[in-house]
């Protein structure tokens, strides 16, 4: 018997504790980060003004939260009543600049579905969902691969959706993901929501 073994054995069991170690720390500082951002949200929501910059706030919570759950890009779409479309307000990721501001039609692709619906929705390969439309992609040169999609409700009104796009390393979003973007848009819904009561 190879007296190197057990020693071999040991030293492995050390690199794997180790990236372990490492990997839920990071996980561990995502987390952090997210509740950080969740409880900004539900303060600022608290001491709203007319002057308040929430778009720009919006901005800096959907980057942390992305970043929590892994996605490069995401994208929070609000509808407009008035003409019944779907406009990117605030974009995060590589198509940020064309994408920022670009309206498609309220019933149009997974978000259209998700919001009509109020469901929300992981898509593993979006190419493989009869919802998928390609049209936004081909516009501004993007592709999308997966992702997940969480209406924004008060009620029975809908006032938009959040997407997560395209998991880092490949990966595929899973429920967790999901129920961080739950909770994001319930706290992005009471801002916008005060934000409109501020407006009157």
């Not at 996605?71 to 479309?85: H, N, Q, V």
């Not at 920022?100 to 992981?122: C, F, K």
């Not at 409700?153 to 938009?160: A, F």
């Amino acid at each position: 018997m190879d007296s190197r073994s057990p020693i071999r054995a040991l030293q492995a069991e050390v690199v794997r504790l180790r990236d372990e170690s490492r990997y839920l720390r990071e996980e561990l500082s995502l987390i952090k980060a997210y509740i950080h951002n969740l409880f900004q949200l539900q303060n600022l929501s608290r001491r709203l003004e007319s002057d308040t910059d929430v778009v720009g706030f919006l901005d800096d919570v959907l980057s942390s939260s992305l970043h929590a759950v892994g996605a490069r890009d995401g994208s929070l779409l609000l509808l407009d009543e008035e003409t019944e479309e779907l406009v990117f307000a605030v974009v995060r990721g590589e198509a940020r600049e064309r994408l920022q501001g670009y309206r498609i039609s309220q019933d149009e692709g997974i978000a259209g579905w998700v919001l009509a619906h109020g469901t929300p929705r992981i898509v593993p390969d979006v190419h493989l969902d009869p919802h998928f439309s390609p049209s936004v992609d081909q516009e501004i040169g993007f592709q999308t691969r997966t992702m997940t999609c969480v209406p924004l409700m008060d009620g029975e009104r809908r006032l938009g959706v959040i997407e997560a796009v395209n998991k880092a390393s490949a990966q595929l979003f899973d429920e967790e993901d999901l129920d961080f973007i739950m909770v994001l848009a319930a706290m992005v819904t009471q801002l916008l929501l005060q934000a409109e009561k501020v407006a009157e």
